[in-house]
């Protein structure tokens, strides 16, 4: 497990847009992996937002379609979430995550224990 640190949270008005980042701290877990991002509101599920295998896949759910989009630097070992056209209801905890997983989905990014998670970070929008 690579400790994961998300940076970049903050609240913003609605239709605004804003960055999260995901920072590993001494590489990703090889070539096995699956990462992406989920998040959870108050008193809701967790919802997986969008999942990213080692073949490039991307996966996003429904509800961030076209507006949210997932990429990644490795040089700098960061995962980004890229988050427009924000919406109140995307108000939420947003948690990265990166799992020794040939196969990637939004669920198989939670499948894994916390300790494949970042600690979180909150995004606030308001309407």
């Known amino acids: 497990q690579v400790p994961l640190v998300e940076s970049g949270g903050g609240s913003v008005q609605a239709g605004g847009s804003l960055r999260v980042s995901c920072a590993a701290s001494?590489?990703?877990?090889?070539?096995?992996?699956?990462m992406g991002w989920f998040r959870q509101a108050p008193g809701k599920e967790r919802e997986g937002v969008v999942s990213?295998?080692?073949?490039?896949?991307?996966t996003y759910a429904d509800s961030v379609k076209g507006r949210f989009t997932i990429s990644r630097d490795n040089a700098k070992n960061i995962l980004y979430l890229q988050m427009d056209s924000l919406k109140p209801e995307d108000t939420a905890m947003y948690y990265c995550?990166?799992?020794?997983?040939?196969?990637?989905?939004?669920?198989?990014?939670?499948?894994?224990?916390?300790?494949?998670w970042g600690k979180g970070i909150l995004v606030t929008i308001s309407s």
């Open positions: 995550a990166v799992v020794p997983s040939d196969y990637c989905s939004l669920a198989m990014l939670t499948s894994y224990g916390r300790e494949f």
């Open positions: 001494g590489g990703y877990l090889g070539s096995r992996i699956c």
């Open positions: 990213l295998g080692r073949d490039g896949i991307t």
